[in-house]
Nanobody, 123 residues
Framework: QVQLVESGGGLVQAGGSLRLSCAAS????????MGWFRQAPGKEREFVAA?????????YYADSVKGRFTISRDNAKNTVYLQMNSLEPEDTAVYYC???????????????WGQGTQVTVSS
């Protein structure tokens, strides 16, 4: 069992930056792939980024965030991060982290989810 708690969301102007953190409880965090997803009002949850259990081995990004967002993890701290730069109003959403067996863009393949953190980008 893994519990996930996101933090770091907030209100930022377009062009600004935020770093989201997702702290995991449980001794098996390092064995899980981690993903970030987001859901804007009235829209379906969409993939943002994913990283394999081994730091740096496999990383995926959605095309919409490639070059602006960076996913990373610190297994010693049981934490995964999402550095978000050059934020745009279209990035406004609730951001969720998730843990699963493989890094994937498919939300249904993740076993555990956090409760989300709100990111609002003003124009």
């Amino acid at each position: 069992q893994v519990q996930l708690v996101e933090s770091g969301g907030g209100l930022v102007q377009a062009g600004g930056s935020l770093r989201l953190s997702c702290a995991a409880s449980g001794r098996t965090f390092s064995s899980y792939a981690m993903g970030w997803f987001r859901q804007a009002p009235g829209k379906e949850r969409e993939f943002v980024a994913a990283i394999s259990w081994s730091v740096g081995r496999t990383i995926y990004y959605a095309d919409s965030v490639k070059g602006r967002f960076t996913i990373s993890r610190d297994n010693a701290k049981n934490t995964v991060y999402l550095q978000m730069n050059s934020l745009e109003p279209e990035d406004t959403a609730v951001y969720y982290c998730a843990a699963g067996d493989i890094p994937t863009m498919r939300a249904q393949q993740y076993k555990y989810w956090g409760q989300g953190t709100q990111v609002t980008v003003s124009s």
